[in-house]
């Protein structure tokens, strides 16, 4: 035995999934989920599957083992359509990991969220930083199903007794996120390498039964509040999206 903590990633084969497995697989034991094949290719060696997160017996057999799930898997498009792909991936898959989840005695889900959740808020005119315990104003679908697996996860940790830290991912850095029609998403940019280091503090915090989090970077001008995430896990981002892309 090694001693790590045993992490599956669902949607390991993502960016953001790819981006931590590769900055972090000294540090934990692997198991990388996907419903595409590459996901045998991230880290050659490693335990991985494909995975389709809407199947409720392959997610139960997926954590079998797992001290912590990592779970990114779903429909990231806010144009995405409910009956086509949201329901199946979104709402669906995310149940079926917690249920899974709970059933199998796994510690913690850390679950990714969205910025969508409160976009609401973002779409105002103010430069009001908006706190974690806002209520939920989601303006698509894409939204509403992260207010679901915000729920699912409260939900789960209430009465199931599994921990569940939700992150609110905001605008993952991307090429062209810096030109003219993008600035706007600045004020919740979040860099790979501060996205990385919240997933670590989230998966390795104690005594956290139910959390929300902001995952957004050090900026400039922020949207969100980073007071409640960098209190809680002590998170301390380094990056400003405003420097990373020169505005």
Known sequence: MSGKTNVL??????RIGRAFVAEMQDRYDFRLADKVDRVHELLPGTDSLVLDIADPAACASAVQGVDVVLHLAADPSPWADYYESLKANNFDGTYNIFRAAADAGCRRVVYASSVQTLLGYLD???QVETPVDAYWWPRNM???SKCYGEATARMFAATEGISAICVRIGA???PGLGDPEWQYELP?????RDLNQLFRLCIDAEDVDFAVVHGISNNRIKRLSLSETCELL???PVDDGYE???V
């Open 9 to 14: 990633v669902t949607g390991a084969a993502g």
């Open 124 to 126: 105002q005119a103010n």
């Open 142 to 144: 894409y939204g509403v």
């Open 172 to 174: 993952y850095e991307r």
């Open 188 to 192: 919740v940019y979040v860099s790979p």
């Open 234 to 236: 002590g998170y301390e």
């Open 244 to 246: 990373v892309y020169g």
